[in-house]
């Protein structure tokens, strides 16, 4: 099994108002293809100067990141990647419709049956009834649903999703566990934060702890469950 995503020494230091704040400590993982990678720490432990290094928006840090054994630096590395924010900015004044026809045009991805993918991803999260309201009409939830088809409509191999349950109800949650189960089934990978522990359990072949920029244990859910039995 190849590796799709590697962290080797991470580590990423912030000045503010002259005083060093050590936002990643050495960080070191991998990621390999039909994983998925559950991160987990509290608020401020430094799961999104993760994605922004890995997404190359941070770059001056210590250590090396590669995605499909490119240098995260370097654009290619990125390709085949989707990543999902916590919270999503899509056009207010587009239909979800159009957002996952833009997806597919901005990867240069062309299909003659370019609707009818974009509309299948739309109804795999149940919101192909909203396909032709503006994304200001949409409920929060709706909206999440929206943008986890656009990170999918373009069949990515590293999918990366930050706290990608936030804003569902349960059985949207319900849903979009599957369709992301079905996604690893069929050799994609997945990286993703969260702070609540039993979505990782659900969700991760693996997870690692963070804390203070420091991963402190890399294990599986059933190991954590094991230990408390």
Known sequence: MSTILDFEKVSKTFNKKGKAIHALRGLSFS????????FVGPNGAGKSTTIKVMLDVIRDYQGEVR????????????????YLPESPALYEQFTP??????ALRMYGIQRKDEKDWCMQWLDRFSVAHNAHRKIRQLSKGNVQRVA???AMVVQPRLLVLDEPLSGLDPVGRKDVIDILQEYKNGGGAIFFTSHVLHDVERIADRFGFINNGELLTTRSPH???????
């Open 31 to 38: 990621v390999a293809e039909g994983e998925v990678f559950g």
């Open 148 to 150: 986890l088809a656009h």
């Open 223 to 229: 190991e954590l469950v094991a230990e408390h039995a």
């Open 97 to 102: 419709l159009e957002i996952l026809q833009t």
């Open 67 to 82: 995605i499909h054994g490119i240098n995260a630096r370097r654009a290619e590395a990125r390709k085949g990647v989707s």
